[in-house]
């Protein structure tokens, strides 16, 4: 297993693993808030066999560690290299598709793909140039319905449903796994012409929702009943829609001239009393 190959078998020819990695450089994995020091490491490993480099930490519980290290075995330049951040959504920064993944399937919503087809809708981005995250949540508890909202869909591996107990960098193998051999089969077919149109980004998307919520509130449409579940179903209509760049700035354009309106309405009615 500790063999370094320069190339890949593919069909009749070889692929070059420089070639893959950098294929697959455009690809982070997002871990939240890991307890363990060694999942770390043993994510790290799994990331490196499978040619990616790319890792973010959001707020893990300790971290560097030597036990982190020592269960990358070999891996520890993806730990050095390795971001740390606070948030979610700093971990997402400039991302324009993001899957959140889980163990099982969630009685939810989300849309919900396995990891074979999520690795396919991946490397559909990286062929736009698009950069792209997978993010696994708390050993314990996964991804929170927040975070949830931060994603285009939830990627599941389909494992007996007698028992599906998959450790976190189990599970990041998996999804790698499918990258990388999917990455590969890509590789031989002639590559598709970079995408013209730029997708909106998550930060973007954040600012977004923001700017919709306080125009549902400035034109009285929200009722603070149903505030977060109308606000969630929102977020699944637009996120799913591979909304661009412009156009997202097109909708904002939108949300203020119905500020304007709504500003000139409701002030000729306070005006009227």
């Known amino acids: 297993m500790g063999a370094d190959y320069s190339m890949v078998e593919q069909g009749m020819g070889v692929v070059s693993l420089s070639e893959l990695t950098t294929r697959l450089a455009s690809i982070r994995v997002v871990l939240i808030e ?35 290290t020592a269960l990358a075995s070999g891996a520890a330049d993806v730990l050095v290299n390795a971001r740390v951040v606070d948030t979610l959504a700093d971990a997402l920064k400039g991302c324009a598709f993001v899957i959140g993944t889980s163990a099982r399937q969630r009685a939810s919503r989300w849309p919900q793909i ?20 997978l993010v ?3 050993e314990s508890s996964g991804l929170t319905n ?27 193998q998996i999804f790698t796994y499918e990258l990388w051999m999917q990455a590969q089969q890509r590789q031989g077919a002639p590559s598709n012409q970079p995408s013209e149109k730029t997708l909106a980004t998550s930060e ?50 939108v949300l203020r001239s119905m500020q304007r309106v709504a500003r000139l309405a409701f002030g000729n009615k306070e005006k009227e009393r």
Do not use: W
């Open 146 to 172: 927040l975070e949830l909202d931060a994603c285009h869909v939830l990627g599941h591996v389909p494992t007996n449903p007698e028992y599906g107990s998959l450790n976190l960098a189990m599970g990041v």
């Open 34 to 68: 890991t307890t363990h020091p060694g999942n770390i490491g043993s994510v790290a490993r799994a990331m490196k066999t499978m040619g990616l480099s790319q890792l973010v930490l959001v707020n893990p519980k300790i971290f560097p560690d030597g036990l982190a």
């Open 204 to 253: 973007a998307f954040a600012q977004f929702y923001d700017h919709l919520q306080q125009t549902l509130v400035d034109i009285e449409f929200l009722d603070d009943r149903q505030h977060d579940r109308l606000m969630r179903r929102f977020k699944r209509l637009l996120i799913r829609s591979d909304v661009e760049s412009e156009e997202l700035m097109m909708l904002r354009g």
């Open 136 to 138: 696994f949540g708390r």
């Open 114 to 133: 396995d990891a074979r087809a999520a690795a396919s809708l991946v490397l559909d981005q990286v062929d736009a140039q698009a950069q792209v995250a």
